[in-house]
């Protein structure tokens, strides 16, 4: 998930093909199949597990005893932080309005 992750990010969502991904991870683009049906199901995947990580990041500032400035602080921090999840959210909304259009 990480190599994908970072292909979508380099290249966004029309750049990355299975293929590559295969080729970086070292195993044959058919084998990808078994695990994903789609290169948008391996998108779904990666944008739900970022977008997962990204929560429990905020959840958990949220959560923390710290009050006032030092708290606004922590929650900032943690939603601005993930500047590469946040990137690749950004490339996925393009990506799937994309997607979407030709469906």
């Known amino acids: 998930m990480d190599e994908a992750a970072t292909l979508f990010l380099r290249h966004g969502y029309e750049g ?27 998108y779904g995947e990666v944008f739900e597990r970022l977008l997962s990580d990204w929560f429990a990041r905020l959840a958990g500032a949220i959560e923390s005893t710290a009050t006032g400035w030092p708290k606004v602080e922590q929650v900032l921090r943690a939603g601005f932080d993930a500047t590469s999840t946040l990137a690749l959210i ?13 469906e």
């Open 16 to 42: 990355t093909s299975l293929r590559q991904l295969a080729d970086v991870v070292g195993m044959k683009a058919g084998s990808l199949y078994y695990h994903f049906a789609s290169k948008d199901a391996l």
């Open 90 to 102: 950004g490339v996925g909304l393009v990506g799937r309005a994309t997607i979407g259009d030709r």
